[in-house]
């Protein structure tokens, strides 16, 4: 149950990645193992080399949670002109500070702190996701949400993925939204993920062992005609 006190005493800024100081960027560290077992602090570090600003939330100066994000302008398979794509990265919240609607508050500010992001168009929300709860999320803020269970992908979603997927700069097998990891995991959310069978199931071939994870996307605020 939210508490008053805790709302109030809770503050969220937003900053360029590149102005993080050491301090801040130990502390995320320090929030990203305490939140993911074996987190591979090289895949937080990479995010700041495609996506540039950060949300920072703290209570009574200590960090409890913290989002990535960025806006691009990109050229997209059958879209005439440049669109507007949100990126968005790895979100992580202290154990004590969940179910208050602060991951939906660091991804927006993080979103909105480019500066990039134009009123009453269309944009593109995407996302490397790790398990149901986020996946949900990320597809249920817009329209269109995939991938979808039973519902396959069509060759538009397909070029609209690996296009995406560049944006991350990694790839994807083809014929799906499943991320080519490194070979080594990512890290394990120590989160109890409550989830329907077939919730889970777009993860069936999401091997996190392997360090991969689902590209996950949705348009805000409805989806182009024929999606």
Known sequence: MENSDTVRNTRIISQSAHD???DQLSQMLALFDATYADADHSYLLSSF???????????N????GFGIADVKLVDLPRMQGLHQVVTYGIACIDENFRRMGLFARLANTAML???KL???SRY????RTAHPVSHKFLANIGAGGIPEPGRPLSPWHLEIV????????VKVYPGTCVVIGKGVPIGYP??????TDIERKVFENVNRDKGEALLTMSWSPDAPSGW
Do not use: F, Q
């Open 118 to 120: 134009s009123a009453n």
């Open 124 to 127: 593109l929300n995407c996302g």
């Open 113 to 115: 702190a480019s500066g």
């Open 61 to 64: 100066s200590t960090l409890i």
């Open 190 to 195: 120590r989160l109890n993920v409550v989830a």
């Open 162 to 169: 690996e296009r995406v997927a560049a944006l991350y700069c």
């Open 20 to 22: 993080l100081t050491e």
């Open 49 to 59: 080399e495609v996506m540039g600003w950060v949300a920072l939330a703290t209570h």
